[in-house]
């Protein structure tokens, strides 16, 4: 099976669909890899590292028009996709849930396979290949980072010959994937940490890293989730954003990852909520993109409230570009590993639960 890998198109990405390492990984099971020359380089990955991996050389327009499989973070344009050999696969972050568009827009393009990464289920076959947990892992990690960055004041409890400083107070709502992490370098910088979370089965986790998990009664059921948030009653959010209230108050540092899969991300943190919180705090919404757990949050933006900064940036992964890029490779790599024959081959079998579930468009056409 023939490879491309694509300089990625988008403003401000600086990662890349497969680092060096996996391309090695790659070539071992007897695939033919093939790269746009340059693709590497804001991940800090040079085309040399690439070469030594065993990929080739080639422009973008014989990528697309030889690979069997082309890889990219972000979707492709329709010129892109036009040059797409028939029955050829591409794979990326479609997110289709936020999207609205994207399915129709891909389903002009009947006669190529469009796998969508952010639409792997939450199995256990498919964890290794979950995108969206490894950027997730990377995200929680860069926030609060971020935030210690514009807090200004120490993260740790420090005693000095000038008088002590107290820790700050970190308080993270969601415990999934990125609160978690967030939580784990909050502590590690020593911090005390606060989390909220719907979901039952956070608690334990929580309180495993150090942290203070703090409930609010009355959520809705998540066991049939698949490991998803899910969309809570009004009266419950009501007594969870009054809580959230009463905690942020007195925080330091608001770090928000709180989402619903297809959903808009709930408010969780009001106008109201920010006026009462001490100047100098700080807010980190990772939730920006569907449209922010901080009332105030404006996604691609920091700006300030009376003394807040607010931080919207559901893109933090970005910020390390080479760990994400390696991730990222290892997810599709473990996806590939079901599909590829000892000989390199491919052998989509599309009728698969993941491929199924990560497909768009109106690919199923092709296949039938």
């Given at each position: 099976m023939k490879i491309g890998i694509l300089q990625e198109t988008h403003p401000g990405e600086t990662r890349i669909a497969f680092a060096p390492k996996t391309v090695e990984k790659l070539v071992q099971m007897r695939c033919t890899v093939f790269f746009e020359p340059g693709?590497?380089?804001?991940?800090?990955?040079?085309?040399?590292?690439?070469?030594?991996?065993?990929?080739?050389k080639a422009g973008?327009?014989?990528?697309?028009?030889?690979c069997d499989l082309v890889a990219a973070i972000h979707p492709l344009s329709d010129a892109d996709l036009t040059r797409i050999k028939p029955d050829g696969v591409?794979?990326?972050?479609?997110?289709?849930?936020?999207?609205?568009?994207?399915?129709?827009?891909?389903?002009?393009?009947?006669?190529?396979?469009?796998?969508?990464?952010?639409?792997?289920?939450?199995?256990?076959?498919?964890?290794?290949?979950?995108?969206?947990?490894?950027?997730?892992?990377?995200?929680?990690?860069?926030?609060?980072?971020a935030g210690a960055a514009l807090l200004p004041r120490y993260?740790?409890?420090?005693?000095?010959?000038?008088?002590?400083?107290?820790?700050a107070k970190v308080l993270v709502l969601?415990?999934?994937?990125?609160?978690?992490?967030?939580?784990?370098?909050?502590?590690?910088?020593?911090?005390?940490?606060?989390?909220?979370?719907?979901?039952?089965?956070?608690k334990e986790e929580v309180l495993s890293l150090g942290a203070k998990f703090v409930e609010v009664e009355g959520a809705v059921d998540?066991?049939?989730?698949?490991?998803?948030?899910?969309?809570?009653?009004?009266?419950?959010?009501?007594?969870?954003?009054?809580?959230?209230?009463?905690?942020?108050?007195?925080?330091?540092?608001?770090?928000?990852?709180?989402?619903?899969?297809?959903?808009?991300?709930?408010i969780l943190l009001t106008a109201e909520t920010v006026g009462q919180m001490r100047p100098g705090s700080v807010v980190v919404d990772l939730?920006?993109?569907?449209?922010?757990?901080?009332?105030?949050?404006?996604?691609?933006?920091?700006?300030?409230?009376?003394?807040?900064?607010?931080?919207?940036?559901?893109?933090?992964?970005?910020?390390?570009?080479?760990?994400?890029?390696?991730l990222l490779g290892n997810n599709i790599l473990n996806l590939l590993k079901l599909f590829v024959d000892k000989n390199g081959q491919a052998a989509f079998d599309w009728n698969h639960d993941i491929l199924r579930a990560i497909r768009i468009g109106k690919a199923d056409a092709a296949a039938s």
């Amino acid at each position: 099976m023939k490879i491309g890998i694509l300089q990625e198109t988008h403003p401000g990405e600086t990662r890349i669909a497969f680092a060096p390492k996996t391309v090695e990984k790659l070539v071992q099971m007897r695939c033919t890899v093939f790269f746009e020359p340059g693709a590497g380089l804001r991940s800090s990955f040079p085309d040399s590292e690439y070469l030594s991996a065993g990929a080739t050389k080639a422009g973008r327009t014989d990528l697309l028009s030889d690979c069997d499989l082309v890889a990219a973070i972000h979707p492709l344009s329709d010129a892109d996709l036009t040059r797409i050999k028939p029955d050829g696969v591409v794979l990326g972050l479609y997110q289709p849930y936020n999207d609205p568009d994207i399915e129709a827009r891909v389903g002009r393009f009947p006669l190529v396979h469009v796998l969508s990464l952010d639409m792997m289920p939450r199995t256990t076959i498919a964890q290794s290949m979950d995108v969206l947990s490894s950027m997730a892992s990377i995200a929680g990690y860069q926030a609060v980072l971020a935030g210690a960055a514009l807090l200004p004041r120490y993260f740790p409890m420090l005693i000095t010959a000038a008088g002590s400083i107290p820790p700050a107070k970190v308080l993270v709502l969601g415990a999934g994937v990125a609160g978690l992490q967030a939580i784990a370098t909050a502590r590690r910088l020593g911090a005390t940490v606060e989390a909220f979370d719907t979901r039952a089965a956070a608690k334990e986790e929580v309180l495993s890293l150090g942290a203070k998990f703090v409930e609010v009664e009355g959520a809705v059921d998540d066991r049939g989730a698949g490991g998803y948030a899910v969309q809570q009653s009004e009266e419950f959010l009501a007594r969870q954003r009054a809580e959230v209230q009463a905690r942020a108050s007195k925080s330091d540092v608001v770090i928000c990852t709180a989402q619903v899969r297809g959903r808009k991300a709930p408010i969780l943190l009001t106008a109201e909520t920010v006026g009462q919180m001490r100047p100098g705090s700080v807010v980190v919404d990772l939730a920006a993109s569907t449209g922010g757990n901080c009332e105030l949050t404006q996604d691609g933006q920091t700006v300030s409230v009376n003394g807040v900064t607010i931080l919207g940036n559901s893109h933090l992964a970005a910020r390390q570009p080479a760990d994400a890029s390696t991730l990222l490779g290892n997810n599709i790599l473990n996806l590939l590993k079901l599909f590829v024959d000892k000989n390199g081959q491919a052998a989509f079998d599309w009728n698969h639960d993941i491929l199924r579930a990560i497909r768009i468009g109106k690919a199923d056409a092709a296949a039938s």
